[in-house]
């Protein structure tokens, strides 16, 4: 059988260990199976435990397919990753927890710490700055944390500057990618920071008239549309992200009911993930593109649920 197109042909595809074994290794090893330790490509197979054996001595010459991936000390079996990937990288409006849980029959709790998982592999590597047209726009999203009990969502809200939202930035270069972060505020200094650091200098920046945003076209050839006259002046408008936003928030509150402003950024991951590898390119392809990006990235239990504090950072 050769490798699945549909979720059905997916789930019966990978139903045999040996079809997931040898699909993850040639996605992680295209041009042969080396040791994750010294990079030799002197190894074994040890067929009865499914691992490899690198020939030199050194610690960790045992390994398997998952060692240095998303799914390394996890105890669920890649039938069930594998399929809840491709859920997570096909769906438009998102998979909750619940859902997944019942379709793979493991826990809430499992499916959940599963997915954020996914989404750190659906996180983009950084691509460099954008050049060419580029719409930059800011939001709030609200309804988060909704099933917080109401004395720790009050301190939340409270913690947070009073409200209840969280604001985002969204750049979008036009026919091309849109990149999300999650932003303390919306003043002057941080945006102008975000779109220095995406933008390339020279672009055409198109944003709204918030004041904020002035000053850009020391760098930048600035249009502004001011929302209160129209929302597009002939190529001056920012309808690209207002779509976006549009998307996302439908997910958000569609599907993920309980998000916490915590873990946002990693719903923002996902959407731009789906939303970027929307044209052109089938569930088959963007679940290979999800899977080629399991490498090198690891989650942990204490990193995800804020024991340790580089959440951000966990892209190696
Ligand atoms: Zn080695």
Redesign the pocket.
Same mark, same amino acid.
């Given at each position: 059988m050769s490798e699945p197109n549909t979720l059905q042909e997916a789930v019966i595809y990978f139903s045999s260990p040996q079809n997931c074994l040898d699909y993850l290794a040639a996605k992680r090893w295209p041009n042969g199976v080396v !040791?994750?330790? !010294? &990079? &030799?490509n #002197?190894?074994k197979f040890n067929a009865g435990h499914r691992v490899w054996q !690198? &020939? &030199?001595h050194?610690p #960790?010459?045992q390994f398997s397919v998952r060692v240095g991936t998303i799914f390394e000390d996890s105890a669920i079996g890649l039938d069930k990753w594998l399929v809840a990937i491709w859920m997570l990288a096909n769906d438009k409006n998102g998979v909750s927890s619940y859902e997944i849980a019942r379709s793979l029959g493991v826990t809430q709790k499992t499916a959940w710490f599963m997915m954020h998982r996914i989404r750190l592999a659906l996180q983009d590597a950084d691509g460099g700055k954008l050049g060419g047209e580029v719409e930059v726009d800011e939001s709030y999203i609200g309804g988060l944390s909704r099933n917080m009990h109401v004395s720790k969502r009050q301190k939340k809200i409270f913690g947070t500057g009073g409200r209840d939202k969280v604001a985002v930035l969204g750049i979008l270069k036009r026919q091309g990618k849109v990149r999300t972060s999650v932003i303390p505020d919306v003043t002057r200094n941080t945006l102008h920071a975000q779109v220095r650091s995406n933008v390339a200098p020279g672009a055409q920046v198109f944003t709204d008239a918030w004041t904020a945003y002035t000053g850009l076209d020391t760098e930048y050839i600035h249009n502004v549309i001011d929302h209160a006259k129209a929302y597009a002046v002939e190529n001056v408008h920012t309808n690209g992200l207002e779509n976006y936003w549009s998307l996302l928030k439908r997910t958000i509150k569609g599907t993920y009911v309980s998000v916490e402003p915590f873990h946002l950024f990693r719903y923002l991951d996902e959407q731009a993930f789906r939303f970027n590898n929307r044209l052109d390119i089938g569930d088959c392809d963007r679940f290979n593109l999800a899977v080629s990006q399991v490498v090198g990235r690891r989650l942990t239990w204490n990193k995800l649920t804020g024991k340790t504090s580089d959440l951000q950072s966990t892209v190696n």
């Amino acid at each position: 059988m050769s490798e699945p197109n549909t979720l059905q042909e997916a789930v019966i595809y990978f139903s045999s260990p040996q079809n997931c074994l040898d699909y993850l290794a040639a996605k992680r090893w295209p041009n042969g199976v080396v !040791c994750p330790t !010294c &990079s &030799s490509n #002197k190894v074994k197979f040890n067929a009865g435990h499914r691992v490899w054996q !690198c &020939s &030199s001595h050194h610690p #960790k010459r045992q390994f398997s397919v998952r060692v240095g991936t998303i799914f390394e000390d996890s105890a669920i079996g890649l039938d069930k990753w594998l399929v809840a990937i491709w859920m997570l990288a096909n769906d438009k409006n998102g998979v909750s927890s619940y859902e997944i849980a019942r379709s793979l029959g493991v826990t809430q709790k499992t499916a959940w710490f599963m997915m954020h998982r996914i989404r750190l592999a659906l996180q983009d590597a950084d691509g460099g700055k954008l050049g060419g047209e580029v719409e930059v726009d800011e939001s709030y999203i609200g309804g988060l944390s909704r099933n917080m009990h109401v004395s720790k969502r009050q301190k939340k809200i409270f913690g947070t500057g009073g409200r209840d939202k969280v604001a985002v930035l969204g750049i979008l270069k036009r026919q091309g990618k849109v990149r999300t972060s999650v932003i303390p505020d919306v003043t002057r200094n941080t945006l102008h920071a975000q779109v220095r650091s995406n933008v390339a200098p020279g672009a055409q920046v198109f944003t709204d008239a918030w004041t904020a945003y002035t000053g850009l076209d020391t760098e930048y050839i600035h249009n502004v549309i001011d929302h209160a006259k129209a929302y597009a002046v002939e190529n001056v408008h920012t309808n690209g992200l207002e779509n976006y936003w549009s998307l996302l928030k439908r997910t958000i509150k569609g599907t993920y009911v309980s998000v916490e402003p915590f873990h946002l950024f990693r719903y923002l991951d996902e959407q731009a993930f789906r939303f970027n590898n929307r044209l052109d390119i089938g569930d088959c392809d963007r679940f290979n593109l999800a899977v080629s990006q399991v490498v090198g990235r690891r989650l942990t239990w204490n990193k995800l649920t804020g024991k340790t504090s580089d959440l951000q950072s966990t892209v190696n």
